[in-house]
C-alpha cells in the first residue's frame, strides 16, 4: 500500500492519501480533536494512540492529521504512516458500521428572501470554494446567514482550523467570491 503525503498551509496539519476512500459517500467529513469520543472512529482511536497527535480530520479520500506544538513532523510522520497503513492493510474501517453519521446542520431556519440568499452560498460553497479547501487537507461549513447585517458564519475544519493562513482565506478569498455573486453579503466571519 503506498499512502502520498502532503503539506497543507498549517505547518501543524499533514494531509495523508491512502489512495481509498476514507469516509464513505453519504458521511460528511468528521473531524476529531484528542479527547473526544472516538469509539466509533477505530482509525481515529489508532491514531491518537501515537502521543502529540492533536487532532484527526477524515475527508472522502483524505487524512489531515495535527500535532502538537512541541511535536515534530519528522519523528511523528513515520508512525502516523505506519498506523493509517496497518489499519487499512488489516482491512479496517473509518467509521464502525453502526455508527450513525454526524451531519452538519444549519443553526436557523430561513425563509422567504433569506432562503434564496442562503442557497446561493450554500451552492458557491460547494461548487467553488469546498473543493479547494480540501486539496489543502480541510473542509468548510456554512453556519449561519445574518439578513440584517449580510455576514456570513462559516466554520473551518481540518487542516484549515488554526491555520495561520485561515482569516486570510476567509477574507481576500471567500468573502470576496461570496460578495461577488451575492451582492447581500456584506462579510464572512470565522464561527466556532
Not at 500500500?1 to 502532503?6: A, D, G, P, R
Amino acid at each position: 500500500m503506498f499512502i502520498q503525503t502532503e503539506d497543507t498551509p498549517n505547518p501543524a496539519t499533514l494531509k495523508f492519501l491512502p489512495g481509498r476512500e476514507v469516509m464513505s459517500a453519504g458521511l460528511s467529513a468528521l473531524e476529531f480533536t484528542r479527547g473526544d469520543d472516538v469509539e466509533t472512529a477505530p482509525l481515529a482511536e489508532m491514531l491518537f494512540s501515537i502521543p502529540n497527535i492533536e487532532r484527526v480530520f477524515f475527508g472522502s479520500d483524505f487524512i489531515s492529521v495535527s500535532r502538537s506544538d512541541d511535536a515534530e513532523w519528522p519523528r511523528l510522520k513515520p508512525a502516523v504512516l505506519g498506523a493509517i497503513m496497518d489499519f487499512y492493510v488489516a482491512g479496517g474501517d473509518t467509521m464502525h458500521a453502526n455508527a450513525a453519521p454526524v451531519a452538519d446542520v444549519d443553526e436557523e431556519i430561513y425563509e422567504g428572501d433569506a432562503l434564496e440568499i442562503v442557497e446561493q452560498i450554500k451552492e458557491l460553497i460547494e461548487a467553488r470554494i469546498r473543493p479547494a479547501v480540501a486539496q489543502d487537507g480541510g473542509d468548510i461549513v456554512f453556519r449561519r446567514f445574518d439578513i440584517r447585517d449580510g455576514t456570513v458564519y462559516l466554520q473551518m475544519k481540518g487542516a484549515c482550523a488554526g491555520c495561520p493562513s485561515s482569516s486570510m482565506t476567509l477574507k481576500s478569498g471567500i468573502e470576496n467570491l461570496l460578495r461577488h455573486y451575492v451582492p447581500e453579503v456584506t462579510r464572512v466571519e470565522q464561527a466556532f
